[in-house]
């Protein structure tokens, strides 16, 4: 069992919808972290959290520590928007505060 | 201010030889990652270093991988006897000292043939 799960996997969307992605995640960890990889693959940093919920324009970010669990959400989506959306978490158990632990990502598209 | 910058954009080697990929951190940043993402694979963590030490190597998958930082800036990851396996995009992050948020570098293409 992967110690990052996402879902869904893929997700298509119209513009203008409210999109949730989810992130669980098993072990105990520092900071959980959004990031966006658009092709041709530069990856941008969203979100770093480790308590409540933190917003940045149309995206909003929480987590439940005590569910291990964390959501990203895209109010009024846009074909922009479209991109993989990957969690990751620093600071397992089993590892240091430093390195992340990736999920496999979300693949979304925003269609008009 | 300058982001991560990496270097070369794109590799093609033949199996066998060496590479070198260069990775400049953010100025100021004390933390630099390198993670590796393979075709139909996610991402996943090669080395960690603070400063110009690395206190965690878990990542790198075989003795055939090295990383030096020196100066607490420039980093280099160096590929011994490339395999085709090695193909990937590598990927390079600083931040401040962890946890901090991670700044990726555009990567470096590797293409073993």
């Known amino acids: 069992k992967n110690e990052v799960e996402q879902s869904p996997q893929n997700l298509t969307a119209q513009e203008g919808e409210f999109i949730t992605i989810n992130c669980s995640y098993s072990v105990g960890i520092s900071a959980l972290h959004w990031l966006q990889q658009h092709p041709g693959g530069g990856i941008v940093s969203l979100f770093m959290l480790s308590s409540g919920k933190k917003k940045h324009g149309r995206l909003i970010a929480t987590i439940n520590i005590q569910e291990k669990h964390s959501s990203l959400h895209i109010t009024a989506s846009h074909p922009r928007d479209s991109a993989v959306y990957i969690c990751a978490v620093s600071g397992s158990l089993t590892g240091t505060a430093s390195k992340l632990t990736f999920g496999t990502g979300t693949r979304l598209q925003v269609t008009l | 201010g300058a982001g991560v910058s990496q270097s070369p954009s794109n590799k093609v080697t033949e199996k066998g030889k060496d590479v070198e990929l260069r990775c400049d951190p953010i100025?100021?940043?004390?933390?630099l990652y390198w993670y590796r993402q393979s075709l139909g694979q996610g991402l996943e963590f090669l080395i960690y270093?603070?400063?110009?030490?690395?206190?965690?190597k878990s990542g790198l998958p075989s003795d055939r991988f090295s990383a030096e930082r020196t100066g607490g800036s420039v980093s280099t990851l160096t590929i011994q006897r490339t395999q085709q396996e090695d193909s990937a995009v590598y990927l390079c992050?600083?931040?401040?000292?962890?946890?901090?948020?991670?700044?990726f570098g555009p990567g470096t293409r590797l293409t073993v043939t």
């Open positions: 100025s100021g940043h004390t933390a």
């Open positions: 992050a600083s931040s401040l000292v962890p946890p901090y948020e991670q700044y």
């Open positions: 270093f603070q400063g110009n030490s690395a206190p965690d």
